[in-house]
Every structure is written in structure tokens, then in C-alpha cells.
């Protein structure tokens, strides 16, 4: 079995979560190591996960921590490959680091897609993939023809807007790389509603 586009799951922070989504061939786990952060997951409790699936790419996820302290942080969080970043600024200092850099971009309007979109090849340069995220943009045409243009000049990754019903249509109207989906808190101790997420996850499925 195998999905049908790229597919990151963020705030992974339970073995269910995991187990799951390995299950379902995603590509890419993220955990939150900002011991600050309400997701954040120690390195004992990653490798108490990770140690169980196999077959998926893990990133470390990060909203305000500076570069220097990220680098040592994921010194304690073996098989990442990549790391995922809030702030711009600290792209230029991690892009040299050996793991793959993704900015998560709280797009707020049109403009902030126009923005990324002049400086399209200078994310593709420096192998920097985007990670949409929006509150306030629904898919209407002229969205979907900005992000169109957008990820034909560098790798963006979906994570707003979709749904089980949308998903393929939209992904194939804008050709992003992919799509990020986030994980959630468990019910209690291995029991968790997977409703959303699977919905979307299964009407992703390849049939054999």
C-alpha cells in the first residue's frame, strides 16, 4: 500500500499516533522538542517511540529556540533528518547543519504568498521546504493559483484547507510536494480518535 502525494504528520507525541501513521505509509514523523511546548516529547519517550516503527523519516519540530541551542538539542534524538522552524532568520544558520530545513509559514493573506513567491528560488537553492499553514485563506481560485505557482518554484508542503473530500483535487491543482496533517493527544493511554486524520490518510490510499 502507498499514498497517493507526500504526506508529514506533526506533534506526534504518543506510540498510537505513530504506530498508526507508520501503518498508513506516511513519509514524515515531526515531534516537538521545545520542553516548553504542551507536545514536547523527551528523548526517552522518542526513542520509546520511534524504536517501534520503521519505514517513516522523523523531524524535529521547533518554534523560538535558537539555532545553537536546536543543534545540540537534536544531539540527544538519534534518525532525525530533517528539522522544521518557525523563525526565517534562523534558516540561514541551519542550512549548512546536514539535515533537511522545513519553514512553517503562518500565512496570514494574499500577499504573504506573494512575498514567498519573489523569493521562490532561494528556498529551492538552499533545499528549504515550506510548510503552509493559515488561519484566515480559504481555497478559493486565487489561492490555489498563488500556492500553484509558488511550489512550481520550490517544495511546499500543504497544511491547511484540506479535507478527506478536497485532498486530491487540491493536491493535484497545485502540485505541491505534499501535505501536513498533526497528530493529537490521546484519549488515555493507547486509545485514540483517529476520525480526522484517517479520513484524510484513507481517501489518500493507492488500491492494489
Same mark, same amino acid.
Given at each position: ?11 506526534? &507525541? ?56 536546536? +543543534? ?6 538519534? &534518525? ?29 493573506? +494574499? ?98
Amino acid at each position: 500500500m502507498a499514498l497517493k502525494t507526500f504526506v508529514k504528520i506533526s506533534n506526534i &507525541n504518543n506510540l498510537s499516533d505513530a504506530r498508526y501513521c507508520a501503518g498508513m505509509y506516511v513519509d514524515l514523523m515531526g515531534f516537538n522538542l521545545e520542553n516548553n511546548h504542551k507536545d514536547f516529547v523527551t528523548p526517552e519517550k522518542y526513542k520509546e517511540i520511534t524504536d517501534w516503527i520503521s519505514g517513516v523519516a522523523f523531524v524535529a519540530e521547533f518554534e523560538t529556540t535558537h539555532p545553537d541551542k536546536i +543543534l545540540e538539542t537534536v544531539k540527544s534524538y538519534p &534518525n532525525l533528518t530533517s528539522i522544521e522552524i518557525k523563525e526565517e532568520f534562523h534558516i540561514k544558520m541551519l542550512v549548512n547543519s546536514g539535515y533537511g530545513i522545513i519553514w512553517k509559514i503562518n500565512v496570514k493573506n +494574499l500577499g504573504d504568498l506573494d512575498d514567498l513567491i519573489a523569493k521562490a528560488d532561494s528556498y529551492k537553492n538552499f533545499d528549504v521546504v515550506l510548510h503552509l499553514s493559515s488561519d484566515n485563506l480559504n481555497m478559493e481560485d486565487e489561492v490555489l493559483g498563488k500556492i500553484k505557482s509558488l511550489a512550481s518554484s520550490c517544495n511546499v508542503l500543504l497544511g491547511f484547507g484540506i479535507n478527506a473530500d478536497n485532498i486530491t483535487e487540491t493536491v493535484e491543482q497545485t502540485g505541491v510536494k505534499g501535505i501536513c496533517l498533526k497528530g493529537g493527544d490521546e484519549i488515555k493511554p493507547g486509545v485514540r480518535d483517529f476520525d480526522e486524520l484517517a479520513d484524510i490518510l484513507e481517501s489518500l490510499e493507492i488500491e492494489d
